[in-house]
T-cell receptor, first 116, second 111 residues
Framework: GAVVSQHPSWVICKSGTSVKIECRSLDFQATTMFWYRQFPKQSLMLMATSNEGSKATYEQGVEKDKFLINHASLTLSTLTVTSAHPEDSSFYIC????????????FGEGSRLTVL | DAKTTQPPSMDCAEGRAANLPCNHSTISGNEYVYWYRQIHSQGPQYIIHGLKNNETNEMASLIITEDRKSSTLILPHATLRDTAVYYCIVTPGGSQGNLIFGKGTKLSVKP
């Protein structure tokens, strides 16, 4: 099946620094990618929808200036957590929908961010 | 808010069938039922989806009641590797990208 890859799979950073997480569709083109956040023992929460070549659409309560999303190509979307703080520590997961809508959403492996 | 209700947890003996229920009494006519699962510290994995007919694939079977207000995911022969959180999601067909995840059912398969 289709593969979505995230990098890095885990990252530790100091408070106040910025962290970039990449999401790539390896064997298909993704016009739309989605970013989720998951805190421990909680469900996934949709943060934003990323469309290739246009601005991302953020869910209510998600700060667009803090979580910068770029979807510059059909195979790559990036999430940058700017000026990270300990409360931003979470599991960040991306997903992608292919050009041919098969009714299935492909998820990355997730990236665990720990802010000290 | 999620539009589905699932039991928080279930146990299943290895080799037995695991039947995971989901209530979606407010489902609309154009909404599909999707099932995903998430193994600990991994991204969710698609299992199956359906509209009104029962569906089967290599992973599982999906049984949807005639009134579409509930469904059951069946793993015919559960293995230890099937231990995961299973999410039942209803969403309009063609727009399943922005999935709204509920709390899911934590399935524990025991030897």
């Amino acid at each position: 099946g289709a593969v979505v890859s995230q990098h890095p799979s885990w990252v530790i950073c100091k408070s106040g620094t910025s962290v970039k997480i990449e999401c790539r569709s390896l064997d298909f083109q993704a016009t739309t990618m989605f970013w989720y956040r998951q805190f421990p023992k909680q469900s996934l929460m949709l943060m934003a929808t990323s469309n290739e070549g246009s601005k991302a659409t953020y869910e209510q309560g998600v700060e667009k200036d803090k979580f910068l999303i770029n979807h510059a190509s059909l195979t790559l979307s990036t999430l940058t957590v700017t000026s990270a703080h300990p409360e931003d520590s979470s599991f960040y997961i991306c997903s992608a929908m292919g050009l041919a809508n098969t009714g299935e959403l492909f998820f990355g492996e997730g990236s665990r961010l720990t802010v000290l | 808010d999620a539009k589905t209700t699932q039991p928080p947890s279930m146990d299943c003996a290895e080799g037995r069938a695991a039947n995971l229920p989901c209530n979606h009494s407010t489902i609309s006519g154009n909404e599909y039922v999707y099932w995903y699962r998430q193994i600990h510290s991994q991204g969710p994995q698609y299992i199956i989806h359906g509209l009104k007919n029962n569906e089967t694939n290599e992973m599982a079977s999906l049984i949807i009641t005639e009134d579409r207000k509930s469904s059951t995911l069946i793993l015919p022969h559960a293995t230890l590797r099937d231990t995961a959180v299973y999410y039942c999601i209803v969403t309009p067909g063609g727009s399943q990208g922005n999935l709204i995840f509920g709390k899911g059912t934590k399935l524990s398969v025991k030897p």
